[in-house]
């Protein structure tokens, strides 16, 4: 089975993580600095704090931002639950609107119009690793005094005018799920440019203490100054951050090589188009290969992904739904919706996800492309 991500778990990873269970400390300790300034250097500038989660680094911005009751956070309509539910999660509300039906990312125009008195951020997906435009994201929050927060999970890599994404809002959040670019495990990064943000956000991941572990002259002894939980990154997870992050210019190159080569079997196929990755001054982070079925095609969506599956190829959807629309969502009668989210539909009903990650070869590639012609062949 050709898995649709699986993550690349080599011997220098396992070292790290004995050495660090053979190491006195499993938090606060030195790996998960290391990963922090190595991260940093990798996106070329800015500051980084590592976190148990993306979705916990999303939470972690908006507490650091002053985000909570009463205020307004503007989402894409598709996207993963975790988007939506870190704004739930500080008492403020999502506001969802439509994507753009050209790549999935945000609609600069449907941003415009959600804008209220009670809006105080705008969180942009860079959807599928292919960064947003940022800058005019940037511009409308500067004109309505918008903070600008950037959840970056499938996009380590990606850069929007030589400026790695993260890096353009006020924050970016990464993930490092197994499915992802590199894997911690479970993990997590904040990032910003700003450093005073960041130098916040670490007090409040980890309770607010005012003094940290190794600032305790009395072993235990700390004052609590403010409102913090505990949203950090485990040393372990660290450890294995550190290697992954050392690999990751090799990871990327075999993505693109990846998603060319399946490119060059469904660009231009009379059943649907691939979701572009280019776009004029930027870098994507090939996530994956997303194939858009034509609207006479998207009712068999379900019958090809079982027809592909049974031929041993891994697939996935992203989106099954735009979530305004999901049971939970649609019943939240406090969290306004308008009429139609017309595109982040229709991709959710006719897109078909096919991995491109360096768990597969270009030999793989090609027997993906071969078999998905049969199948459409046959099917469409």
């Given amino acids: 089975m050709l898995d649709f991500a699986r993550p690349i778990i080599g011997d220098e990873e396992k070292q790290a993580v004995l050495e660090c269970l053979n190491s006195p400390q499993l938090v606060h300790g030195p790996r998960s600095i290391e990963f922090e300034e190595n991260f940093a250097k990798f996106m070329g500038g800015g500051f980084a704090t590592s976190t148990s989660s993306a979705t916990t680094?999303?939470?972690?911005?908006?507490?650091?931002?002053?985000?909570?009751?009463?205020?307004?956070?503007?989402?894409?309509?598709?996207?993963?639950?975790?988007?939506?539910?870190a704004?739930?999660?500080?008492g403020a509300k999502?506001?969802?609107?439509?994507?753009?039906?050209?790549?999935?990312?945000?609609?600069?125009?449907?941003?415009?119009?959600?804008?209220?008195?009670?809006?105080?951020?705008i969180c942009v997906v860079h959807f599928l690793g292919v960064p947003v435009d940022i800058e005019e994201v940037v511009k409308i929050a500067k004109l309505n005094n918008l903070f600008v927060v950037e959840d970056c999970a499938l996009a380590l890599g990606a850069k929007s005018s030589g400026i790695h994404v993260g890096l353009i809002g006020d924050f970016g959040a990464f993930s490092f799920y197994p499915a992802k670019h590199?894997?911690?495990?479970?993990?997590?990064?904040?990032?910003?440019?700003n450093n005073k943000l960041i130098s916040e956000s670490r007090k409040i991941k980890a309770f607010y203490y005012d003094k940290g572990i190794g600032e305790r002259k009395i072993p235990g002894l700390y004052d609590i100054v403010g409102f913090g939980l505990n949203l950090r990154m485990s040393e372990i997870a660290a450890a294995l951050g550190v290697v992954q992050?050392?690999?990751i210019s090799q990871f990327l190159k075999i993505r693109k090589d990846n998603y060319e080569n399946l490119s060059q079997t469904l660009t231009d196929s009379p059943y649907g188009d691939l979701l572009p990755v280019d776009k004029k001054g930027s870098e994507s982070a090939y996530?994956?290969?997303?194939?858009?079925?034509?609207?006479?095609?998207?009712?068999?969506?379900?019958?090809?992904?079982?027809?592909?599956?049974?031929?041993?190829?891994?697939?996935?959807?992203?989106?099954?739904?735009a979530l305004p629309l999901s049971t939970f969502y649609n019943s939240r009668q406090d969290i306004s919706k308008t009429i139609s989210y017309k595109y982040s539909t229709i991709i959710a009903n006719s897109n078909i996800a096919f991995g491109i990650g360096p768990h597969l070869s270009s030999n793989d590639m090609d027997f993906v492309g071969d078999n998905l012609i049969s199948i459409m062949e046959d099917l469409l």
């Fill in 57 to 85: 680094a999303l939470q972690l911005a908006y507490l650091t931002l002053g985000i909570g009751p009463g205020d307004e956070v503007i989402v894409p309509s598709l996207t993963h639950i975790a988007t939506a539910n």
């Fill in 87 to 90: 704004v739930l999660s500080v």
């Fill in 94 to 121: 999502p506001v969802f609107v439509d994507v753009n039906p050209l790549n999935g990312n945000i609609s600069i125009e449907e941003i415009q119009k959600a804008i209220s008195p009670n809006t105080k951020a």
């Fill in 182 to 193: 590199i894997t911690t495990g479970e993990g997590g990064m904040l990032v910003s440019n």
């Fill in 245 to 247: 992050l050392q690999k």
């Fill in 287 to 321: 996530y994956c290969a997303s194939f858009i079925l034509k609207p006479k095609f998207a009712g068999k969506r379900n019958l090809l992904i079982s027809e592909i599956n049974k031929r041993g190829i891994g697939t996935s959807i992203y989106y099954p739904i």
